[in-house]
């Protein structure tokens, strides 16, 4: 007969994930031929996203998700941007894989919206039509990633 008793939110062994800040690390906007937007705009983006961890503590860890977004037409780069949306987690009780899928999935699903904003912010300031990113789903690019490495270790 088992007697033990699930761990209760506020004993200190259930797993927990929370946010505590979410800031604008590093930002950079760049323009080459100035804001002058042919009456055909219709450039080829290019986006890029990355994702680092640094560990600030025991269990505080921040996430920095860069996005990298390029703009060009007629092979002339009309815009370069680059955002790096930061945050700080409390992460405590979580296994490996619970600890993996937070890292790269969870944690940048929060600071995306952030950073698809100044993004669009920058790009507006900088004289071009508005520009919103897409949305991404981290959890399919995890899934996608995991399954990848189980691929490459069958090989």
Request: aromatic share 8%.
């Amino acid at each position: 007969m088992n007697t033990e008793t699930p761990a209760a939110p506020g004993d200190g062994t259930a797993p927990q994930l929370a946010l505590q800040i979410v800031y604008l690390k590093d930002c950079s906007f760049e323009a080459p031929q100035g804001p002058r937007v042919a009456e055909n705009w219709n450039p080829q983006i290019n986006l890029d996203l990355n994702t680092t961890v640094t560990a600030l503590g025991d269990d505080l860890r921040e996430v920095l998700l860069t996005v990298t977004v390029s703009a060009k037409q007629d092979d002339k780069t009309m815009f370069l941007v680059e955002v790096k949306q930061a945050g700080a987690f409390v992460m405590r009780n979580l296994s490996d894989e619970e600890m993996k899928r937070a890292l790269s999935s969870v944690c940048p699903g929060v600071l995306f919206p952030y950073a698809r904003a100044a993004v669009s912010g920058l790009v507006t300031q900088g004289g071009f039509p508005q520009f919103l990113l897409p949305p991404v789903n981290f959890e399919a690019l995890y899934a996608r990633s995991v399954a990848d490495g189980q691929n490459a270790t069958k090989n």
